[in-house]
């Protein structure tokens, strides 16, 4: 069982330094098809892509995903359609990944 699903995401005000690149790799391996990707500002964030048989399955496990982000006081950015969903998560205030992203991203692959 993934060590990441036991743990709960602490609360993260700033002040504390993102993982570092060369570490980011060793939590991406506790996860499932998460991508590390940067964005135009270079700040890291881990995006994974689901898809479902129709637009209610799409809405039923954003729902769900919903549920565990406020469980767990972390909230990825979420875009959903017809078979679809994109999550991608960061921690903002330290402008890039933290272990709460990865915990909530095994917990999200839970659903």
């Not at 391996?29 to 890291?44: F, L, R, S, T, Y």
């Amino acid at each position: 069982m993934n060590d990441l699903i036991k743990k709960k995401c602490v609360p993260c005000e700033g002040g504390v330094s993102p993982i570092k690149y060369d570490e980011i790799h060793k939590y991406q391996k506790k996860v499932d098809g998460w991508e590390i990707k940067p964005n135009k500002n270079k700040i890291h964030f881990l995006e994974k892509d689901f898809t479902f048989k129709n637009f209610l399955e799409s809405q039923k496990f954003v729902n769900e995903v919903g549920k565990i982000s406020e469980l767990e006081g972390h909230h990825p950015d979420v875009t959903f359609g017809w078979g679809y969903a994109k999550i991608r998560i960061t921690t903002h205030a330290i402008e890039g990944l933290s272990e709460n992203d990865f915990i909530l991203a095994a917990k999200i692959d839970q659903i």
